[in-house]
């Protein structure tokens, strides 16, 4: 059976420091991977996808980056975070036109 | 870009009430999905609709979906404390291999 695993579950982190989250599928091969950002209680705006290895297509400019080194790894990354880079940032895998997998999400909170 | 707003954006009643959310797209649906995310966690795929005014049952929810395509509603019957959570439109882009969430309906039932 496929899995999504993404970690950490929570990360505090100062301004100006570095970001890595990252996100593995299991179970499948060449699958659509996705990173979505949550505010607060709201709708999920997508930042990244990918439909290969180190294709990225990037929905919205801003401060954060996307790498797919092998097929089943998505990295979302920042040089120097925000506050405004806080929030709740979801991955998700799809194949084909199978519904989307959410994982468990990545509680950030930039201080 | 497509805009899909959903309403009201928060909404608590009481148990065994009725109620109806709705989502409105400012362009048709390519395919429309309802979702439903509980605190910390990834959302989870309820129905997937794709034809103008399809209709589809999930025990106590209906969903429908409008005859021109740029709108949807969901009702739940009598609804229950299990009900609770954040409810979220989409549009799946399947050429661009993507989906384009609302801003979600937070609902809270009271016991």
């Known amino acids: 059976s496929q899995t999504i695993h993404q970690w950490p579950a929570t990360l505090v982190q100062p301004v100006g420091s570095p970001l890595s989250l990252e996100c593995t599928v299991e179970?499948?091969?060449?699958?659509?991977l996705y990173w979505y950002r949550q505010a607060a209680g709201r709708g999920l705006q997508l930042l990244f996808y990918?439909?290969?290895?180190?294709?990225i297509s990037s929905e919205v400019p801003q401060n954060l980056s996307a790498s797919r080194p092998q097929d089943r790894q998505f990295i979302l990354s920042s040089k120097k975070l925000l506050l405004s880079d806080s929030g709740f940032y979801l991955c998700?895998?799809?194949?084909?036109?199978?519904?989307?997998?959410f994982g468990s999400g990545t509680r950030l909170t930039v201080v | 870009t497509q805009l899909l707003e959903q309403s009201p954006q928060f909404l608590s009643i009481q148990e065994g009430e009725n109620l109806t959310v709705y989502c409105n797209s400012s362009?048709?649906?390519?395919?429309l999905q309802w979702y439903r995310q509980e605190p910390g966690e990834g959302p989870v795929l309820l129905v997937t609709?794709?034809?103008?005014?399809e209709v589809k049952k999930l025990k106590r929810l209906t969903f429908q979906f409008g005859d021109a395509r740029k709108d949807s509603s969901l009702h739940i019957t009598a609804a229950q404390p299990g009900d609770t959570g954040l409810y979220l439109c989409?549009?799946?882009?399947?050429?661009?291999?993507?989906?384009?969430f609302g801003s979600g309906t937070r609902l809270s039932i009271r016991p």
């Open positions: 998700a895998w799809s194949v084909d036109v199978r519904p989307y997998t």
């Open positions: 179970g499948t091969s060449n699958p659509n």
């Open positions: 990918s439909i290969g290895i180190d294709q």
């Open positions: 362009s048709v649906f390519s395919s």
């Open positions: 609709v794709v034809t103008g005014g």
């Open positions: 989409a549009d799946v882009y399947s050429s661009a291999s993507k989906i384009i």
